[in-house]
């Protein structure tokens, strides 16, 4: 009896180390793929610096467009004022407050409050 009684103390036995190795390893498993669930998200390579990248990414192309645009207009400018004489008298005139010899210039005040 005490052959049966210890062989089935030693299945018991085996099995409870079994549950063990077992808990141990989903445990350990569990634990990886939380790792790499936490890291995809707020990782220095995770989604959410993809999004902020993506964000900075889409208004330097804005800005990028803006200052094409910008661009633009003052190379139009460049060469209205290299080729048209008008052009450069009107520039003159508005923003250096130049005149013509023997012309006069009267300035108006907004009204006063």
Excluded at 29 to 36: N, R, S, V
Excluded at 80 to 86: G, N, T
Excluded at 102 to 111: C, D, K, R, S, V
Aim: hydrophobic share 40%; glycine share 8%; net charge positive.
């Amino acid at each position: 009896m005490s052959g049966a009684a210890g062989g089935d103390a030693l299945w018991r036995q085996i099995r409870a180390e079994k549950k063990k190795r077992d808990y141990v390893f989903w445990t350990v498993i569990f634990l990886c793929i939380l790792y790499l669930a936490v890291s995809l998200v707020f990782g220095d390579m995770g989604y959410l610096q993809l999004r902020t990248l993506r964000a900075r990414s889409q208004a330097l192309k804005a800005r990028v467009a803006q200052l094409k645009q910008e661009n633009d207009r003052v190379r139009d400018s460049i060469g209205r004022f290299q080729s048209d004489e008008f052009y450069q008298e009107k520039r003159a005139r508005e923003e250096l407050g130049l005149a013509k010899k023997n012309e006069l210039i009267f300035i108006f005040n907004g009204p006063s409050q």
